[in-house]
């Protein structure tokens, strides 16, 4: 579940060196946290029915994590390594929660739908994955191009997913109609099953077959 | 036949590595070795061989599904003018089951054959795209998948649903475990499990399963008409909640008239025969006995789950008549084994050898279990009254452990012999 | 600065502070958007009742149409169809009552919202009940003789998108107006719906959705015609 | 209103923690090679979730919630704290409880009952971080049990669920090594489409009323 | 205490072909040859040379990695050719016979007043361990071990067997002999396996210093496998060895006469030979001159062994080390159209274990099968035909599929270590998937050889 740890310690580096584009770049596909490093399933694919659900779920992931990383990296030479685990938690705890309140204030009814899977962002191994692996070790600013090299990485496949299953469960995108009429009248129908979770899986597990079957490189010996 | 072996087999340097048509040599393989079997000799160990291959197995499983083919051609004719003759008072005498036989039967014809071609046709596309991929020819599984899909659909449902329903359970379903031989799901129930949760309305309902209400509803001012009914005998069972069961339109009042209402609305001998409306080939317990009794003496299915299949469906129906709970569980266990596909299912989709438990007494217990839960489902979840295709689906899913366990129980008696020995 | 990281005493410190922090930065947080997070769920509940008596609304416009349609006029009934006195209806949270099985069914509490609308008066009754998957709900509007339906909406958690989630659609939830909740309203699959005021025509394929919206139609309202029965003589 | 026994096979079969809300998922791909390990992990959450389930009930239904508070009212001269409301707090509560109990569960097992530890040990660390624990205090409190025994029951069907869907898969995994998986699915791909197959053939259980 | 065995599973495959009940001599072969092949695994190192001249009993080669096991000359005359194949290695050693039958001589010497450490030293010195296999594994026996039983199935049940109680009827002396040079090589028991279908011959009858077992059933019945599997099963870690009846005529004889006995009696089978009788011959003696004009069809298989397990070898190639008989079927090497020989037609022609042919009617038809595959190879489909003709309580195809899956701990566990390919011959006919099992399970025993021997 955790990777080795990656040391960045150039003394002054332009603010996008190669290195950081690549702290950025990198998790978007080649080391995308859900397809390749496994990680976050179980907050990703649950709201991944409605586009819109799904963008507030990333968007709630892409602010834990980069306030989460950017205070970890300021705080990693203050924290007593006894209870790094606990104040990463609480760290974590305490940005979901901000996170949560303000969806329910703002966004009601998408609150209502994310309903428990915000709080399991707490359990989202990507971010405690990387507050571990990246933020204890690094400075602020790599710290936050991490963040949103992996929030995004983890967003893109959320919303690919959730744009298959609206449009092709629902016929809709972001909660509007986008399939004609006339498709209807000939017969079509909405795919149900798209809706319901098993589909969830199988989407990713095609965007997986897609991906590895485009860079062989990250194939698994069985 | 010489002739024809000499031509074909003239071309064989032509779709070889490095000839001329090497990319279609996946067709050309399944075209050849469907005519002639091929002259690969044995090399060592074993010098002779059974006669039997693969594509005789799978072909005896095609000829033991005909009789569920032919019936159901004939009782899909039967039901549309069945259903037709409530707004069209000519057709009143065709509700006898065998008046205008002609008729239904080319009735039937127009609208499975269809069925038949656009699964074949879908499946073995994609069985051919695999194999192109992979540089080899057909594999026989989908022969039979093939034809079990159309039989597990209602009549009328829409030929692209098929078509799609198709290509899921043979990519989703098979091919990304390797193809024939690898799979975990039985395909044909992938395909029918996939359009039931895709599409409901056209899978399940009181609508789908008489080719032709939907037009009749129409002529008939969207009302269903005095005396008439779409719905399956599960369906009906199922169709109610709390104190007012209804069983062909009439209200009962408690559940031993329940009971006799539904034996005297679909008599056991016609439930048996399968002059009753469902999916195209499931109806006739007789016509899949008649399979299956093909298929265990040939040995091509397991009798072991066939007959710990219906055992454990009979079981588990005596033991909730005996909780009684609703009036579904008053029903005579008997019945749970001839409606609703229980026979079909039994015979045909329990016993696909790849996906079934592979193990003498896993078989056994896959069997008991699976009839038990076919039995289950349909009493106490009103959601899906046909329960059987679900609950070989879920015994697809854990017929794996039963081996693991039957397995262990195999080594744990072999470790034994050394410690007592 | 020669502070020692792993000394018990910095730990110690450092959790405190940290706890400290933490703590006055969430419950700031949480009472400064109380009132916003207060007013959504009024809002959301206020949408459901203008709806079930045909006034469509939207979170921006809710609690002004609210105030003018139904306003304070509300009342809380028991189980036993009396009128309890120094009930909030409009805090009652029916679905929650429902679900606690703490409390008995004969002290459940009915709230009734009174509205008026072009000048007709109707009493929104909410509903709770069971559906295939989840919980399902609606509110109903009765018009002036406090027996015929004006009003309905239906709304659930989980049903199957289609099927049973069809109980949402307008087309489904009209066939209830004219109806007397005074009497048991069936749904029926044979399509004789269009042609009796007291049956309804079924969902296709949501069979026990539903049959779910017909079991909780008929004993809540039972509960409320028992009030009306009561008020009208 | 649900029964109690409602409650605990729907949290077994149709609400699966698996099937139905993917949680808990990153152990579960990791740790269902084989039936054996899958089972010992299973055990371990089924234990944890039984113990975490019920503290974190309490948790929720005297100190966080909206009026939990009542009880400190009025003999111990605390005024209005039927009005308190600490549920923003939940999130950070369940994990800070979880987490300890999961310590303590360890130490207690470790030292008190080696025999399991030694079943259990290695994948007790594993626990804390599994979103099924936590998720399943969130559903708790989500779905407002109104009873203890509600609560139990609903903490242990989900983990018995959890536990039929890692030993299922980690058999049908066994299975497939034989198969020939196109090397791009191998491992995780062919994992994920299983489960989703596996999601749809337990949907058989949804809507089962007892 | 002997044991009965009753099989209920298994399955007898009837072809045409038996030889008939009457021994003659073969010619004196114009070649032999001692083949490392037979010897699975065996790294030969030579010790003569082309040109050399030999003795009967004069070494050839010896194991590379155990050097005390000693192969020798069955002939006197003269090492002709070493055929080598694929890197150097060596396939062949052939040997031109003279006229001359010079033997190495020993003074003979009853076993039973020997020590097993001399009786030991004695066969690995003179050619005669490799009559010994050992199980785990299948190999030429390790003399390093000391095996917990020693077993001698005392009859073949495979298609077209050779009948050893004919072959050694009138060997009492030198099989008793035999028997007690084994009853020296373990402190166990020496086990010697009478078929219960038919009364054996005296010599196995009255056998001593042995336990006397019987078992009934269907092939594979003989496989000594099978035998060891009922009566004194082994773990890992343990071993058993195991001699064919002739063989240890052959110990009994050097023993008693004190010179290396090569003659075999081999029986010539298969519907494709005229003349089906029993040969006189030596071990590893050239075919040619027995099957050469003695063919019914040109376009033949001649095998030496039996058509399960046998080996494919040419018209002018040699009789390998175990085998007692020789089998020519015809060559199968035809495409037949699907409606009338192929996989639709009627199929009276064919035998099977499946009902999917008429002949399961033909309770006693026998068959001329060729060696075609009938089909082509396919992932397993069907299950449960395996079982069918397993009598060992072994998982037949999940043992595969660990052995294809290179699971070792599978393999271990699901009983690798009591098996040999050719109990699983059987299975292989029946296969539908047309997979080659016995292959499969010689890779297993190979991957089990290196990681766990």
């Known amino acids: 579940m955790s990777e080795s740890v990656e040391k960045v310690k150039a003394p002054s580096e332009p603010l996008f060196s190669k290195k950081n584009k690549k702290l950025i770049t990198d998790p978007l596909s080649d080391n995308n946290p859900i397809t390749i490093q496994v990680l976050g399933i179980c907050s990703a694919l649950a709201i991944t029915v409605q586009v819109e659900q799904a963008f507030f779920m990333s968007a709630s992931v892409l602010f834990v994590l980069i306030f989460g990383n950017l205070s970890i990296s300021l705080l990693r030479n203050l924290i007593p390594s006894r209870v790094r685990i606990i104040v990463q938690l609480v760290v974590v705890a305490s940005l979901v929660i901000i996170v949560n309140e303000v969806l329910q204030a703002f966004v009601p009814d998408v609150s209502e739908k994310l309903s428990v899977f915000v709080g399991l962002i707490i359990t989202n191994c990507i971010i405690m994955g990387r507050f571990e692996a990246f933020a204890m070790g690094n400075k602020p600013w790599p710290s936050v191009l991490d963040a949103v090299g992996n929030a995004v990485g983890y967003a893109w496949i959320l919303l690919v997913v959730a744009i298959f299953r609206e449009v092709l469960g629902s016929g809709k995108f972001w909660g509007m109609e986008i399939l004609p009429q006339g498709f209807y009248e000939m017969g079509y129908m909405n795919n149900n099953l798209m809706i319901l979770p098993p589909m969830a899986l199988i989407v990713v597990g095609i965007i997986i077959w897609i991906q590895r079957s485009k860079n062989p490189t990250l194939v698994e010996e069985h | 036949m010489k002739a024809l072996e000499k031509i074909i087999h003239n071309l064989d340097p032509k779709f070889e590595k490095g000839g001329k048509w090497e990319k279609m040599y996946p067709l050309y393989e399944t075209l050849s070795t469907f005519l002639f079997t091929p002259k690969h000799v044995t090399k060592k160990g074993a010098h002779i061989r059974d006669g039997v291959d693969l594509k005789r197995t799978m072909f005896m499983v095609v000829l033991a599904l005909i009789p569920c083919l032919l019936f159901g051609i004939y009782n899909t004719g039967h039901w549309h003018y069945e259903i037709q003759s409530y707004v069209n008072p000519a057709l009143e005498g065709y509700r006898d089951y065998l008046t205008g036989f002609g008729d239904k039967v080319i009735y039937g014809l127009i609208k499975v054959l269809p069925l038949v071609i656009v699964s074949y046709a879908a499946g073995l596309a994609v069985e051919f795209v695999f194999g192109f991929i992979k540089g080899h020819g057909l594999h026989e599984g989908f022969l039979v998948s093939g034809m079990l899909i159309p039989l597990t659909m209602p009549a009328d449902v829409p030929l692209w649903m098929v078509a799609i329903a198709t290509i899921f359970a043979v990519v989703i379903g098979k091919e990304v475990f390797g193809g024939t031989g690898m799979n975990i799901l039985n395909v044909a129930l992938t395909a029918r499990a996939f359009l039931y949760f895709a599409y409901p309305t056209a899978m399940s309902g009181d609508k789908v399963w008489k080719s032709g209400t939907d037009d009749m509803l129409v002529q008939a001012g969207n009302v269903m008409p005095d005396g008439a009914s779409g719905a399956t005998a599960l369906g009906d069972l199922a169709s109610f909640v709390g104190d007012s069961p209804v069983v062909a339109g009439k209200v009962m009042s408690s559940s031993d008239d329940l009971v006799a209402a539904f034996e005297s609305a679909y008599d056991p001998i016609h439930a048996f025969i399968g002059m009753i409306p469902g999916s195209v080939g499931e109806t006739s317990t007789l016509a899949a006995l008649l399979g299956g009794a093909i298929l265990i003496f040939t040995g091509v299915a397991s009798w072991r789950i066939i007959l710990s299949f219906f055992a454990g469906g009979m079981l588990f129906g005596l033991l909730m008549n005996g909780v009684g709970a609703n009036a579904y569980m008053d029903l005579p266990g008997y019945y749970h084994l001839i409606i609703g596909g229980f026979a079909f299912g039994a015979v045909f989709m329990a016993t696909d050898p790849v996906t079934a438990a592979q193990t003498s007494w896993g078989k056994i217990w896959y069997g008991l279990l699976g009839g038990a839960l076919t039995v289950l489902i349909r009493v106490l979840n009103p959601a899906y009254p046909e329960g059987i295709m679900l609950a070989i689906l879920f015994m697809n899913v854990m017929a794996p452990l039963i081996d693991h366990y039957v397995v262990q129980t195999n080594i744990k008696r072999r470790q034994k012999r050394f410690k007592t020995a | 600065m020669a502070i020692n990281k792993e000394s018990n005493a910095y730990t110690f410190g450092f959790s405190i502070f940290l706890v400290v922090v933490v703590g006055a930065i969430l419950s700031s947080l949480s009472l400064g958007l109380k009132p916003l997070k207060d007013k959504n769920a009024e809002v959301k509940k206020q949408i459901d009742i203008l709806n079930a008596i045909g006034v469509d609304a939207d979170r921006s416009n809710a609690q002004e149409l609210y105030a003018q349609y139904v306003g304070n006029n509300t009342f809380v009934v028991s189980a036993q169809g009396e009128k309890l006195e120094g009930e909030d209806a409009f805090a009652l949270d029916v679905q929650k009552q429902h679900r606690d099985k703490t409390i008995a069914e004969e002290a459940r509490k009915f709230p009734v919202f009174v509205a008026n609308k072009d000048g007709q008066t109707m009493d929104v009754l909410p509903t709770v009940g069971k559906g295939l998957w989840g919980p399902i709900w609606g509110f109903v509007a009765v018009g002036d003789d406090m027996e015929t339906i004006v009003g309905a909406s239906f709304d659930h958690k989980t049903e199957t998108p289609g099927l049973g989630a069809e109980i949402k659609n307008t087309s489904f939830e009209e066939q209830y107006i004219g109806a007397k909740m005074t009497s048991n309203i069936t749904v029926v699959k044979d399509g004789s719906g269009k042609l009796d005021a007291q049956k309804v025509d079924g969902i296709t394929g949501g069979t026990i959705t539903s049959k779910g919206v017909e079991e909780m139609m008929n004993r809540t309202m039972a509960v409320y015609a028992a009030y009306f029965s009561k008020t009208k003589i | 209103m649900e029964s109690t026994l409602d409650i605990f096979v729907k949290a077994i079969f149709s609400e699966n923690m698996i099937f139905a809300y993917f949680l808990g998922m990153c152990s579960y791909l990791a740790v269902s090679k084989t039936v054996k390990t899958g089972l010992g992990l299973g055990v371990a959450v089924i234990f944890v979730l039984g113990v975490t389930i019920p503290i974190n009930y309490l948790l929720e239904n005297y100190v966080l919630k909206e009026g939990a508070l009542e009880w400190l009212n009025p003999e111990y001269g605390i005024n209005g704290s039927s009005t308190i409301n600490l549920s923003f707090l939940s999130f950070i509560m369940f994990i800070a409880v979880i987490a300890s109990i999961v310590q303590l569960v360890e130490m207690l097992v470790e030292k008190f009952a080696p025999a399991l530890y030694g079943a259990l040990g290695i994948f007790l660390p594993l626990i804390a971080v599994n979103c099924s624990i936590l998720g399943g205090a969130l559903f708790m409190q989500d779905r407002q049990y109104s009873t203890m025994t509600d609560a139990v029951a609903f903490g242990l069907g989900s983990g018995i669920g959890w536990l039929i869907a890692i030993v299922f898969i980690a058999a049908i995994r066994e299975k497939i090594r034989y198969s020939n998986v196109p090397p791009a699915l191998r491992g995780l791909g062919i994992t994920f489409i299983i489960t989703g197959l596996m999601g749809i053939a337990f949907m058989s259980f949804m809507g089962i009323d007892y | ?453």
């Open chain 5, 1 to 453: 205490m002997s044991k009965t065995v009753k099989l209920r599973k298994g399955l007898d495959i009837k072809l045409v072909g038996e030889a008939d009940k009457l021994k003659v001599d073969a010619p004196m072969p114009a070649s032999v040859a001692l083949k490392p092949t037979d010897f699975h695994g065996l790294v030969p190192k030579m010790v003569a040379k082309q040109g050399d001249k030999v003795k009967i009993g004069s070494v050839i080669f010896y194991d590379k990695y155990n050097e005390a096991i000693k192969f020798v000359s069955p002939v006197s005359g003269v090492v002709e050719e070493v055929v080598r194949g694929a890197k150097r290695k060596i396939l062949e050693v052939r040997i031109t016979p003279d006229a001359q039958e010079d033997a190495v001589k020993h003074e003979p010497k009853d076993p039973a007043s020997l020590s097993g450490e001399e009786v030991k030293a004695a066969m690995l010195e003179n050619g005669l361990w490799p009559f010994l296999k050992q199980r785990p594994l299948d190999i030429v026996a390790d003399p390093n071990v000391e095996p917990k039983a020693i077993f001698v199935s005392a009859f073949d049940s495979h298609p077209l067997a050779p009948d050893y109680d004919y072959i050694v009827h009138g060997q009492d002396q030198f099989f008793q002999n035999g028997l007690n040079a084994l009853a020296k090589l373990t402190s166990g028991k020496v086990h010697l396996t009478l078929n219960g279908n038919v009364p054996a011959d005296a010599t196995f009858q009255n056998a001593k210093n042995v336990q006397i077992n019987k078992i009934f059933g269907k092939h594979p019945a003989g496989n000594v496998g099978t035998q060891i599997h009922f009566i004194d099963p082994i773990d890992k870690g343990q071993f058993v060895f195991t001699v064919n009846p002739q063989d240890v005529v052959a110990i009994g004889k050097f023993f008693a006469e004190g010179q290396y006995d090569p003659t075999r009696i081999v029986a010539l089978t298969g519907s494709e030979v005229k003349n089906r009788k029993y040969y006189r011959t030596i071990v590893g003696a050239s075919v040619t001159g027995i099957v050469n004009d003695n063919l019914e069809s040109e376009n033949v298989r001649v095998i030496s062994g039996n058509a399960l397990t046998g080996e494919k070898i040419d018209r002018n190639g040699y009789l390998g080390f175990y085998d007692a008989q020789i089998t020519v079927l015809p060559e199968g090497d035809q495409y037949k159209f699907f409606l009338t020989k192929g996989w639709l037609g009627p199929g009276f022609d064919k035998f099977s274990s499946h009902m999917l042919f008429p002949t399961w009617l033909m309770k006693n038809k026998k068959y001329r099968l060729d060696t075609n595959m009938n089909g082509e190879e396919r992932g397993f489909v069907v299950t449960g035909e395996m079982e069918k003709v397993m009598p060992l309580d072994i998982l037949p195809m999940q043992l595969i599929k660990a052995v294809m899956t290179k699971d070792i701990d599978a393999m271990e566990l699901l009983g690798i270590y009591e098996v040999a390919p050719e109990d699983f011959a059987l299975c292989e006919y029946v296969c539908t998937s047309k997979i080659d099992i016995q292959e499969k399970i010689r890779e297993g025993l190979d991957l089990i050889k290196e990681e766990c021997m």
